[in-house]
């Protein structure tokens, strides 16, 4: 260590500008060219997207769809730009149409404004700070790695840029959209290498601390150089946390959030470029320093780099031998598959086990079978290949493509042409190779005791079979072809043996045999995952076996943690809350929440110690109410959601977002205590705090109209009909159009709903348009067989029939009955068979004709008996105000012809299911109490029906 320059000390003995790195003053100086050039936000849009919201699965598709779809248009649209700025890399500045950006800061290479992106240039290291520009690149490979574990961690509220990496012509470029921050807006990190260390941001630091605890990365204390102060940091001093001008918090110049690995003798930059793997983390029985072997880690740096160590040789004792055999069962069963570049699945096998690629020249001497051998070196050449060729391709200067091809050209003959040349490229190749896999295993000179050329076809050569060793020879062709981005023409697309003549020294591929050198785009992945996060959240995604896997994973993981650092350790609390979710998860109610109250004494009792701040404290709490509101116990989650409500107003402020979000929860589990006054009060305290951020700042749409539509829910339990649930879903379809687009299926639900209460109002010709319109937006939108259409269809055959408008209502209701039975759900069959059999009744009540009014009759009965039949056997329904609806819609026909015992009876079981489920001042409560009490005009009462269970139910279901 005493050889290795630490990154700390370089850093900070290097002139910065003032101290504002990277992405900070980016929007100042693209601030004029976004105004007058237009160019399209990138950034707004790919946070509106992560901020959407999936309730439902049509939700999540769409939205997955769109989040990768944006990313897929950032990447063609940083394509060109990339390469421009390379082609015009020498040019003198004004002769440059992509200028560099005067935007601070010297780590990451030349930066670049434009077309709203920001550029960095990463195979330049004009400062020296990586040791290389392949080591530069590496870094820039490590923060586009480092963006995706964010992503996977999926913690609310904490924001990042979209990105991308275009390789070509040798040139690394990091494309990121342009955040809303500058030089003011820096509240956690450093941006100056350290000289000041910002710390104080309340949920900053709780949001950097989910980070570390979800990555198994230590908290530690590091010095401000500038000062002497000593502070407590997250993760590695230099990443930047950003509070946005748009009021989100970003998270950025993440290259070095994983902990280097313990350097090599007189390596410089290595904590750039050589760092441990998340998946190597995970397992790990304690957490590890981002800032182990720098100068920002010198406080305990003897316990924050022997960790790191101790982590690094337990990779090597156990992870590589583990590696190697399921890499030799892997090469024996399908040897193609397994070398084929495309499924790069050599290398997912040693990511798997947390051991990085730059081992591969050390697997492969500890592999037994010729095959396994032959894999591994196959990667190494052509990696080196891939060094080699990009630093051709950077010393000739020259945006020529005949140039490129010719480089090309000459690379694939010296690896497969039989020359004077070629020989010389396989003699100096193991001194190449060593360079580019330094070992910490062996002195130098012993890599290079092996001839490549020999090693790669030896066995088969020996052995006589020259049809294997021709199918290797392609398969190091492919691999080459791949790394490099070396694309050749169809008619070069034949064996090398067929392009060899036998016996003479020849070149096998011609300048025209290039058809082009590709650039390679590497992009996050954003959509799939967050949405694969949220159904393994509710409990959906995974296989028992896979669940089982996890529980066992994680409980393990709990008790080595518990052995290592003690059973009040933080990382211990975290582990327990894994586990705790996990228990949701699979519905295990004393488990998850055992669990989650022993992670809480934890939180408690290093509060109290000073170990750690109230915030964290708080969302423990909230775990544990989400929890218990879960398995449905409403009066011990209100408990603490009060807590963290309390919690939360003392650090944030009562009109935070994040105590709106608590009221929001607050109002749900009173609702579902039955408790409607003082769910209405939290929600609409929640919906004026959501009100006032959405005029203040961007983010806050999504929370808005749930807020909205959950008070107007609790207003129609209320019996409130006044015009104020009107004008709640008036303005939650106006935020819904906002935040979705007028064609989302979420805009129909809000359509919908908003036509029914006009109907509870009789205002039906300004309740059909907006009913046919949501019904017109989710045909298109979920498909015919969806029972969200059969929703609309029913609400728009129903406004018909309270409208007297008979034909009509019978085309939209069959429809309706026809789209549920689609569906092939019970529920919603039902349904559509009790609104069909209303309108059978009221034809029958005005039917003159006793014959056809009897057996209209019996026809609604009949498939009132079906609903009734399909409602109660749905075990996991809970609500059974529908059964009680078919019930008093069965009972208006008994009494209608006379059949009052029948009919009272069947009154009865309907009070005594919605006396179970209701109110006592519930309006569905009093319909039954009136019928029983007194006869009723049967049509006025099915209507009073039809209004009433028609608003409940589509608020409440769709």
Not at 885 to 899: C, M, R, W, Y
Request: glycine fraction near 6%.
């Amino acid at each position: 260590n005493d050889a290795y320059v630490n990154y700390g000390e370089q850093k900070t003995s290097t002139r910065y500008d003032d101290g504002i790195d990277d992405f900070s003053r980016a929007p100042q100086q693209a601030a004029s060219r976004l105004a007058l050039g237009g160019s399209r936000n990138w950034n707004t849009e790919f946070q509106l997207l992560l901020e959407r919201p999936s309730r439902t699965p049509e939700d999540a598709k769409e939205r997955i769809e769109l989040i990768d779809n944006l990313i897929a248009s950032f990447a063609r649209a940083a394509t060109p730009i990339a390469k421009t700025i390379v082609a015009e890399e020498d040019l003198k500045i004004k002769e440059k149409t992509i200028p560099p950006a005067n935007v601070g800061g010297i780590a990451g290479g030349i930066k670049y404004v434009h077309d709203g992106m920001f550029i960095k240039l990463a195979s330049k290291d004009p400062y020296g700070i990586y040791g290389s520009v392949s080591k530069a690149a590496k870094s820039a490979a490590h923060e586009i790695n480092s963006l995706q574990a964010l992503i996977e961690c999926n913690i609310a509220n904490l924001h990042f840029p979209l990105q991308t990496i275009v390789d070509y012509l040798g040139r690394r470029l990091m494309m990121s959209s342009i955040l809303p921050i500058d030089g003011t807006t820096l509240i956690y990190g450093s941006g100056d290498g350290g000289k000041t260390i910002l710390h104080s941001h309340q949920e900053a630091r709780a949001l950097t601390r989910q980070v570390a605890e979800q990555l198994n990365l230590s908290p530690h204390f590091a010095t401000a150089s500038s000062t002497g102060e000593l502070v407590s940091v997250n993760v590695a001093v230099d990443i930047e946390t950003h509070l946005g001008k748009d009021g989100r918090i970003y998270i950025i110049d993440t290259a070095r959030l994983f902990p280097p690995e313990p350097p090599i003798h007189g390596e410089k930059g290595s904590v750039f470029c050589r760092l441990l793997r998340r998946e190597l983390l995970r397992t790990n029985p304690v957490p590890l320093s981002s800032d182990a072997f720098t100068n920002f880690g010198k406080h305990e740096s003897a316990k924050l780099n022997g960790d790191v160590r101790a982590a690094w040789n337990r990779m090597m004792t156990s992870g590589v031998p583990a590696c190697i055999n399921e890499l030799e069962e892997l090469i024996s069963s399908d040897f193609y598959t397994a070398t084929d570049p495309s499924q790069k699945l050599v290398a997912r096998v040693m990511h798997k086990h947390g051991i990085n690629t730059r081992y591969l020249l050390h697997l492969r001497s500890l592999a037994r079978s010729p095959l396994l051998k032959f894999a591994l070196l196959a990667e190494v050449i052509s990696r080196t290949a891939k060094r080699e060729f990009f630093e051709n391709l950077r010393d000739i200067k020259s945006t020529d493509a005949m140039q490129h091809a010719g480089l090309a050209s000459i690379l694939l003959n010296q690896l497969f042409a039989s020359t004077k040349a070629s020989k010389q490229f396989w003699d100096h190749l193991p001194a190449k190779i060593a360079d580019c896999f330094p070992s910490e295993f062996s002195a130098p000179s012993e890599s290079l005791r092996f001839d490549a050329f020999a090693e790669i076809f030896s066995p088969w050569k020996q052995d006589g079979d020259l049809t294997m060793v021709s199918k290797c020879e392609q398969i190091l062709l492919r691999w080459v072809l791949f790394q490099c981005g070396i694309e050749l023409s169809e008619d070069s697309l034949v064996s090398l043996r067929e392009k060899r003549k036998p016996g003479a020294e020849q070149d096998l591929f011609r300048i025209s045999d290039i058809s082009e050198i590709k650039p390679k785009i590497k992009t996050i992945s954003v959509g799939h995952i967050l949405e694969k996060l949220r159904r393994e959240a509710s409990g959906g995604a995974s296989s028992a076996a896979q669940q089982e896997e996890n529980i066992k994973f994680y409980r393990t993981q709990l008790l080595q943690r518990e052995e290592a650092l003690g059973p009040d350790h933080p990382i211990v609390a975290f582990s327990l809350e894994n586990c705790g979710d996990l228990m949701v998860s699979i519905g295990d109610r004393e488990e998850a929440i055992a669990f989650f109250q022993r992670a809480l004494q934890i939180r408690r009792k290093n509060f109290a110690d000073g170990e750690t701040d109230e915030i964290t404290v708080a969302d423990t709490i909230e775990k544990i109410t989400f929890a218990l509101h879960s398995f449905s116990m409403y009066d011990e989650a209100i408990v603490y959601t009060r807590e963290a409500l309390a919690i939360v107003e003392r650090v944030y402020g009562a009109e935070s977002p994040r105590a709106a979000a608590l009221l929001h929860e607050e109002g749900s589990l009173l609702k579902g205590m039955g408790r409607y006054e003082l769910s209405a009060e939290k929600f609409k305290r929640a919906i004026h705090i959501f009100r006032r951020i959405e005029n203040n700042q961007s983010g806050s749409e999504s929370s808005l109209a749930a807020s909205l539509v959950e008070f107007a829910r609790v207003q129609l339990h209320l019996g409130k009909d006044d015009g104020d649930i009107e004008q709640m879903q008036e303005q939650e379809l106006q935020v819904s159009e906002k935040f979705w687009g007028p064609n989302h299926s979420r805009v129909a639900t809000v359509l919908n709903n908003l036509s029914i209460l006009l109907t509870w109002h009789g205002e039906y010709e300004r309740a059909r348009p907006l009913c046919e319109r949501s019904l017109r937006i989710r045909l298109a939108a979920l498909g015919r067989s969806h029972p969200y259409c059969g929703h609309s269809a029913s609400a728009l055959g129903q406004l018909y029939l309270l409208a007297g408008n008979y034909d009509q209502a019978a085309v939209y209701l069959l429809e309706s009955c026809e789209i549920y039975e689609l569906s092939k759900r019970s529920e919603p069959i039902a349904m559509g068979k009790s609104n069909y059999a209303r309108l059978l009744m009221e034809h029958a009540l005005l039917e003159r004709d006793t014959t056809t009014q009897s057996t209209t009759l019996e026809e609604a009965t009949e498939l009132l008996q079906t609903a009734i039949k399909l409602a109660t056997a749905d075990a996991v329904r809970k609500d059974q105000d529908q059964v009680a609806t078919f019930l008093v819609d069965l009972a208006s026909i008994h009494l209608f012809k006379g059949e009052k015992e029948a009919g009272t009876a069947l009154l009865e079981k309907a009070k005594t299911i919605r006396l179970g489920c209701l109110r006592a001042d519930h309006p569905n409560l009093r319909i039954v109490e009136r019928m029983l009490l007194s006869p009723q005009d049967p049509i006025q009462t099915s209507r009073r029906i039809l209004v009433s269970q028609l608003t409940l139910y589509s608020l409440g279901r769709s």
